[in-house]
């Protein structure tokens, strides 16, 4: 009979624990559906823009489709964030497989994926992403516009206008990969990849694209080459989801090996892009090993990832621990192409495996704009190594 009683008071405990997480963690997948249907963060003033654009106008002007995908991308963040919670604590949680399924098919029809209508307050981990989201698509914006005459000093001020507000900017400072590996300690940034290792490689597909854009607008010199390259890149990550999960990163792209003009020329844009990719890595990991109140840790995560100092390394050491993973195991590059790993075949992958790139087989390595001509040393990534960075 003591038995039973205990048993039934572990159920009690346990239920309420599972109730306190999945307040905090509904709050805060709620939020972020409310985020993805919000207008993009526009900067505070004119100097900033050089441009009278509002923004979003040139990329949803010029690239529509790419305008369509950022969106759903912000969405499934968001759906993601209330699916690993019915995971962890419902007692026929969401699988791999199904979380999936979902978030593919709504890549492939956006209009699947419905965004719940909420409020956004009280959610810090919600502000943050909105400013995120909010600068990452105004450094696209200011990428694609032909009428700003000094495109690098524009990003520079809008990345000095995102830092202002401290509290909710993720740093310009890169991080050490130990804050994704395993969060200050625990293993939690760990288990989304464990539990749901296809979830966690189209999620990285995400990341690979919103890293990927930035090349040809950066790399190519006219409005011409730059549509083209732009094509180019999304008819890459399109053939990534048709092969999934087999085309898929197997690990998580960072901006040195899939962008590594905007690393060389914006290097704080760049630490912020790849800071934002981690802190959405490691939230998710929280949600999903989460067996009681889920918000003490996500608050932590959300102060350690703000904190300018807190596992900063130089940004040589981001360039090498980006490289040692493997542009091709991350997704493979941009621009140019990759016919195998540059990593020797050392690297040990998951098991829904790494096929080629669309044309990466087919082609030489050198490479060309889409007009054919080379572009130059200082515009190119880095060059494969046999044996891969030591």
């Known amino acids: 009979m003591e038995t039973t009683d ?3 008071g572990m159920d009690r405990q346990r239920h309420a624990a599972s109730g306190r997480a999945g307040a905090t963690c509904i709050v805060l997948a709620a939020a972020l559906a ?4 919000m207008p993009s963060l526009a900067p505070s003033t004119a100097q900033a823009n050089q441009s009278t654009s509002r923004s979003d106008e040139v990329v949803r002007a010029q690239y529509p489709d790419v305008d369509v995908l950022l969106g759903t991308f912000e969405r499934s963040r968001a759906i993601l964030y209330g699916r690993l919670l019915g995971a962890a604590h419902a007692a026929a949680g969401r699988t791999d497989d199904s979380i999936y399924d979902e978030l593919l098919s709504g890549l492939r029809d956006p209009g699947r994926l419905v965004a719940t209508d909420v409020t956004l ?6 502000a943050v992403f909105e400013r995120a989201y909010g600068f990452r698509r105004r450094v696209y914006e200011i990428l694609a516009d032909a009428r700003i005459a000094d495109r690098v000093s524009a990003v520079e001020r809008a990345t000095d206008d995102y830092l202002r507000q401290s509290a909710l900017a993720l740093p310009a400072e890169p991080k050490s990969l130990e804050l994704t590996d395993a969060h200050e300690g625990h293993d ?4 989304v990849r464990q539990e749901n290792p296809k979830v966690s490689a189209l999620v990285w597909s995400y990341q690979w694209l919103e890293l990927a854009l930035c090349e040809p607008l950066i790399a190519y010199g006219t409005p011409h080459d730059q549509r083209e390259g732009i094509a180019t890149t999304v008819s890459r990550f399109r053939e990534m989801l048709q092969r999934a999960p087999s085309g898929l990163p197997n690990e998580m792209p960072t901006a040195p090996a899939i962008a590594p003009s905007l690393a060389q020329r914006h290097p704080r844009a760049a630490a912020i892009f790849d800071n934002v990719h981690a802190l959405h890595h490691v939230i998710a990991g929280i949600i999903t090993g989460a067996h009681a109140d889920a918000g003490p840790a996500v608050e932590d995560a959300i102060d350690t990832f703000v904190s300018p100092q ?4 130089s940004r040589d050491e981001w360039v090498l621990m980006s490289l040692r993973r493997g542009i091709w195991w991350q997704g493979g590059p941009a621009i140019g192409k990759m016919d195998e790993s540059e990593r020797n075949r050392s690297i040990q992958h998951s098991g829904h495996g790494r096929m080629p790139l669309p044309g990466m087989g087919d082609l ?27």
């Not at 307050?121 to 919600?126: K, Q």
């Open 6 to 8: 205990g048993a039934r």
């Open 188 to 191: 939690r940034a760990q288990a």
């Open 121 to 126: 307050a009280s959610s810090r981990a919600a």
């Open 34 to 37: 409310a985020v993805a249907a």
């Open 364 to 390: 030489p390595a050198d490479l060309k704009e889409p007009s054919g001509r080379s572009l130059p040393r200082e515009q190119q990534p880095p060059a494969s190594d046999a044996h891969g960075p030591h």
């Open 310 to 313: 807190h596992l900063a390394v």
